[in-house]
């Protein structure tokens, strides 16, 4: 079945430090991606998304680019700050019509340093 | 910020007791959804929703149960409550119009003893 498969955590990077979090997948066709952030206390919010392959999601500094040649969707910021701290979530849809499911892979946490 | 509530927010309670947690939105989405929390495995989804009275089990679905009796509220009920069912569990909605993205609520987080 579907998978979404993170680099283990915890990190930890001074500020303004570059920042990358390995993300693979493993579905069939081609899902959309996303990363999701979680910051202490809060559900989640969605990051940033691409919907097909090469397509590059960015907000807030952070960028992804989807490559199906890799099954990848890295996500990278080139200089984090303090308020970056927190829980990364990698994440795929699963189902072309009606309710579509994410599947979630296990989350990674960023501590930024001063 | 999408208008979900999750209520409790915090619960306590004893292994064999049912537990109903609540999720309210004010959007008026079809679709919403029920995940856990834990270390290690990210959210996983327990069930889902695509109308009033039309639910569906997701990958975690044992030991809970589910209803949807209208729009604004999906409740999930733990008949009896067992410790592995100790976790942060939240609700998502989505809408049609926006297939691709779930809006999260802020989580509850139950603890069986």
């Known amino acids: 079945g579907d998978s979404v498969t993170q680099m283990e955590g915890p990190v930890t990077l001074s500020e303004e ?11 069939t066709g081609y899902p959309s991606l ?3 952030v979680q910051y202490p206390g809060e559900g989640l ?3 940033l998304k691409a919907t097909k392959a090469d397509d590059k999601g960015s907000n807030k500094g952070f960028e992804a680019t989807y490559r199906k040649e890799t099954t990848s969707f890295h996500l990278e910021k080139g200089s984090v700050q303090v308020s970056d701290s927190a829980v990364y979530f990698c ?6 019509e009606g309710a579509q499911k994410l599947v979630f892979g296990q989350g990674t946490r960023l501590t930024i340093n001063p | 910020d999408a208008g979900i509530t999750q209520s409790p927010r915090h619960k306590v309670t004893e292994t064999g007791t049912p537990v109903t947690l609540r999720c309210h939105q004010t959007e008026n989405h079809r679709y919403m959804y029920w995940y856990r929390q834990d270390p ?13 009275k039309d639910t569906d089990k997701g990958e975690v679905s044992d030991g809970y149960s ?6 604004e509220d999906f409740l999930l009920t733990l008949e009896s409550a067992t410790s592995s069912q ?3 569990y939240f609700c998502a909605i989505s809408d049609p119009r926006q297939r691709d993205e779930q809006f999260f609520g802020p989580g509850t987080r139950l603890t069986v003893l």
């Open chain 2, 40 to 52: 290690g495995h990210g959210l996983r989804l327990i069930h889902y929703s695509y109308g009033v």
């Open chain 1, 91 to 96: 994440a795929l849809i699963r189902g072309r």
């Open chain 2, 86 to 88: 100790t976790s942060v």
């Open chain 2, 66 to 71: 589910v209803s949807r009796s209208k729009t």
């Open chain 1, 17 to 27: 430090a570059f920042l990358t979090i390995n993300c693979t997948y493993t579905a």
């Open chain 1, 34 to 36: 996303f990363w999701y």
């Open chain 1, 45 to 47: 919010q969605l990051l």
